[in-house]
């Protein structure tokens, strides 16, 4: 099976993109407009990117009819937002913060998700977020025009909350305890129980 990515339309090459580049961690995503109303979304395109300086990476993709979804809006107007990472404990919670909310509607108010003042942000975190990070915009870089393209935010991270169940004994995070997801294709996820090690050469 051969698929030409220069060929087929958009909206069939994206299940081929979510179903095949998997799992992908999910940032759940808090901003605040300029008058002061918060937002909170997840995106799974989502990575870090590097230590120095630090800094992460997510991809917002325009709306069908080719607006910018409310998180892009919120940061070019405030460029600041927390990225908060979602346990298993988290998942309904974080899928129902996907939902199209008119512009200025808080997904915090409107799922009952209790947040917490950030430190050197405005936006607030998810205060039942195992690990949380505090970032200013470094930029926007925009892939493409129109529907579907993208918008991809570069933070540079602040801050990083980490819930003090994460550590393990030797005091970095343990997978075990963070529970974190990873998105797979449409509505389906993983969990990290599965874990190996592999060694690698010096
Ligand atoms: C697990 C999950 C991952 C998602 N990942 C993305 C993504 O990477 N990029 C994107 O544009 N939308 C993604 N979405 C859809 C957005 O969350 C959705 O469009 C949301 O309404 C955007 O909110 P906003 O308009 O408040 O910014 C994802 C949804 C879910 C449930």
Redesign the pocket.
């Known amino acids: 099976m051969l698929l030409d990515f220069t060929a087929l339309p958009p909206r069939e090459i994206y299940p081929w993109l979510i179903g095949t580049i998997m799992p992908r961690p999910?940032a759940w995503?808090s901003?605040i407009s300029v008058d002061g109303r918060t937002?909170?979304?997840?995106?799974?395109?989502?990575n870090g990117v590097c230590a120095r300086p630090p800094t992460l990476m997510?991809?917002?993709?325009n709306?069908p009819d080719g607006m910018k979804?409310?998180?892009?809006r919120n940061i070019e107007a405030v460029p600041e937002f927390v990225v908060n990472l979602v346990s298993f404990a988290l998942a309904g919670q974080?899928?129902a913060?996907?939902?199209?909310?008119p512009y200025g509607v808080s997904?915090f108010e409107q799922g009952g998700i209790t947040s917490v003042p950030s430190a050197r942000v405005r936006p607030p975190r998810v205060a039942a977020a195992p690990v949380a990070f505090e970032c200013v915009l470094d930029r926007i870089v925009q892939i493409g025009e129109g529907p579907m393209a993208?918008n991809v935010v570069f933070g540079r991270i602040l801050l990083a909350h980490v819930s003090d169940t994460v550590p393990g004994s030797n005091g970095r995070p343990d997978p075990a305890k963070l529970d974190l997801i990873g998105?797979l294709g449409g509505?389906t996820?993983t969990r990290t129980r599965d874990i190996f090690s592999v060694e690698r050469p010096d």
Do not use: G
């Open positions: 999910i995503v901003t937002n909170l979304a997840p995106f799974s395109f989502f997510f991809s917002v993709a709306h979804k409310d998180t892009v974080m899928s913060t996907s939902a199209s909310l997904e993208a998105r509505d996820y």
